[in-house]
């Protein structure tokens, strides 16, 4: 049974500078362009007090609250991944000199990075890249840097979007593991939970109270209210199979149709790994770099090989998309790839609903309404 | 600190070792061996590959190139491989000298099931540029031949002068390798079989098929078109190994670019066993 205290509001600022003074960047949400995103963050005042975020497919809008919660909202078109897995990293450089090209691997970046507001779905998506970079035969020194010095400071959501399906997912919405702290929000504090020896440690800094069994039953209400409201499902019964043995079915057509190859749902995704590497050389051709940027499957590029493209189509490529996340996934890392948080629903362009396509293959009419709406 | 390619093992697996071209061999058209060095003495000493991996060439300022390793693989002085010009990366490489250095990692991937091959018969089919990945399971079955069966290369091109490394059958013959080649059409007084490469081993005597591995490397519809033959001729599925192309970026298993259904071509690939990825290799856009 873990043991759990009481942080009382006014003291988060407390965390932040205990933080600071350990050398940490702390990362949090904060609002941007009208979307709660990630960011680097001084103090409280850059949390989105008072702000939700209300989400559908293809529709992402943020509306006052009518109190002062600062983690009041879901989850945003950012995930942590950003700064696990860079969008643009440097590998190597090569220099030509008069013995010929060297190459060189950058200094390691020893930057200290603190998350603040961690969801649960977003903890199980951490783990899906940790075994993805880290847990093949080859590591990847870029995000095996960045995840060892990272501090974990979890958020249990206590409402759910219309896009949230991590229940089906088995990943949330209560953090179970994979924090150092994790903190339930309350109208006067936080109801604060340890998961690690780190964690312990920043607490024993922090002035923290014991906590109340009114407290505790009120933090357990306001978890609850997330399950209560959360209504999208995804049946993930042999969906391996499912969707392995249904590689010609004539949905991936459909859906194809509709898709626009934007990528959007592979940005957002915490857990889409795919990249390129290319070379950036300077005007005289002699100093170069290897840079890593993004990149995705829905990119017509991603599968260009010299004699032809393995994907010439947007239906290949979603097809690709699904059946790796939700199938092959399996195989590759022992999970699904999904993790429930809905992101690619609300931030596809034109609405596509995974849950929906996999509905729909499954053979569930009743959960689909995307391809009534496209029949002429 | 940070750290140069000098020094072993290489931890880091997106550094490059420094590679120097010791010499050129032309092989057909549009298709040469370079013969590669390291520049330092201990990666040299150290590097070994087994046959069917490949290694990443990487041409600063222009990319990489998954290119498959040709070379004897008990042989460490040099490093072959043979590349079809086919890309800029590859377009680069045609248009260095002997001496240039260029970048290389590796070696990646999975290898010919060479070990697994003893006391059977071993059927090769490979067309064109597919004999690069597999000449190195050659040199390694005749290096090692008492311990094998009775060893078969069924090659095809589509036509002559497009079938690599004819220098060396005369040679291979000699130590125990039965050649069929076939080319899809006829020219320049060509006086042997015409067809494609399955049909050679439609027509192949068999000594015991339950105990005969296929090693199969050529376009995805050939593999499909031997494996159907070997299966028909009674040669288990499970002794019928294929090797896979896929867009290889990172050969490491992080960046996606190569994946076959569950398979990570360049890490759980390039070579397989047939019956893992028979039901996806005709599926079109894959």
New interface residues.
């Given amino acids: 049974m873990t043991t759990e205290y009481f942080l009382p509001k006014a003291a988060l600022q407390s965390l932040i500078d205990c933080l600071h003074g350990d050398g940490f960047t702390v990362v949090g949400p904060t609002v941007e362009q009208s979307a709660i995103i990630y960011d680097e963050i001084e103090s409280v005042d850059a949390l989105p007090r008072g702000w939700t975020d209300r989400q559908e497919a293809a529709k992402y809008r943020l509306e006052r609250r009518d109190d002062d919660s600062l983690f009041g909202f879901v989850v945003g078109p950012h995930s942590w991944k950003k700064y696990l897995f860079p969008p643009l990293t440097t590998l190597s450089s090569a220099q030509q000199s008069e013995s010929g090209w060297q190459m060189q691997t950058p200094e390691a970046d020893a930057r200290k990075l603190a998350f603040l507001g961690v969801r649960a779905c977003e903890l199980a998506a951490i783990g899906i890249q940790d075994r993805v970079f880290t847990g093949g035969p080859y590591v990847d020194p870029v995000y095996n840097a960045r995840r060892k010095n990272a501090f974990i400071i979890a958020v249990n959501c206590t409402q759910s979007a219309s896009t949230c399906f991590c229940r089906s997912m088995n990943t949330g919405p209560r953090c179970s593991s994979g924090f150092d702290l994790a903190l339930t929000e309350l109208p006067d504090g936080f109801v604060i939970e340890v998961g690690s020896d780190a964690g312990t440690e920043l607490l024993g800094r922090l002035a923290t109270e014991s906590v109340t069994a009114e407290q505790l039953e009120a933090a357990e209400q306001a978890r609850q209210q997330a399950i209560d409201q959360q209504t999208k499902q995804l049946n993930t019964d042999s969906i391996r199979d499912l969707l392995l043995g249904n590689l010609d079915h004539p949905r991936w057509a459909e859906v194809g149709a509709i898709c626009l190859g934007c990528t959007n749902c592979t940005m957002v995704c915490p857990t889409c790994f795919c990249s390129s590497v290319e070379d950036v050389a300077d005007l005289s051709g002699e100093n170069v770099e290897r840079q890593r940027h993004w990149d995705s499957c829905f990119n017509l590029s991603f599968s260009y090989m010299s004699h032809g493209t393995a994907r010439n189509t947007i239906a290949h490529r979603y097809r690709q998309w699904l059946t790796h996340k939700l199938a092959s996934w399996h195989d590759q890392f022992d999970s699904s790839g999904c993790v429930g948080c809905g992101r690619c629903i609300t931030w596809c362009p034109v609405g596509i609903d995974l849950t929906e396509e996999v509905a729909t293959i499954r053979g569930n009419e009743a959960f689909c309404d995307l391809g009534t709406e496209n029949e002429e | 600190?940070?750290?140069?390619?000098t020094g072993l093992p290489n931890l880091?697996?997106?550094?490059?070792?420094?590679v120097?071209i010791a010499a050129v061999t032309h092989e057909i058209d549009d298709v040469s061996t370079y013969h590669l060095k390291f520049?330092d003495q201990a990666v040299a000493d150290t590097f070994s590959f087994q046959p069917g991996q490949f290694n990443m060439l990487?041409l600063?300022?222009?990319?990489?190139a998954a290119i498959s390793i040709s070379s004897d693989p008990a042989k460490h002085a040099m490093l072959d491989h043979t590349v079809r010009i086919?890309?800029n990366v590859?377009r680069t490489l045609a248009n260095l000298e002997v001496g240039?250095?260029?970048?290389l990692r590796g070696p990646f991937g999975s290898a010919w099931p060479v070990d697994a091959c003893c006391d059977r018969d071993v059927i090769i089919v490979t067309g064109g540029i597919g004999l690069a990945p597999l000449r190195p399971a050659i040199y390694e079955l005749l290096n090692r031949a008492s311990e094998f069966g009775q060893l078969t290369l069924l090659y095809g091109a589509r036509e002559s002068a497009g079938l690599l490394y004819t220098g060396e059958f005369d040679e291979w013959r000699s130590r125990g390798l039965d050649i069929h080649t076939t080319v899809d059409r006829a020219s320049g007084g060509w006086t042997g079989n015409v067809g494609v490469v399955p049909q050679l081993l439609d027509r192949l005597p068999l000594n015991d098929p339950q105990n005969t591995t296929v090693l199969c490397c050529g376009p995805e519809v050939m593999m499909w078109y031997t494996a159907r033959s070997a299966l028909g001729r009674g040669i288990p599925q499970e002794r019928v190994y294929v090797s896979l192309?896929?867009?290889m970026?990172?050969a490491?298993?992080?960046?996606?670019?190569c994946?076959f259904?569950?398979t990570?071509v360049c890490?759980d690939g390039p070579v397989v066993r047939y019956d893992c990825v028979a039901?996806?290799l005709r599926?079109?856009?894959?």
């Fill in positions: 600190m940070s750290s140069t390619s880091d697996p997106w550094l490059a070792y420094t120097r520049t990487y600063p300022g222009v990319g990489e086919a890309g590859t240039a250095t260029f970048g192309e896929r867009n970026n990172c490491i298993g992080l960046c996606g670019h994946q259904g569950p990570f890490k039901d996806f599926v079109e856009g894959f």
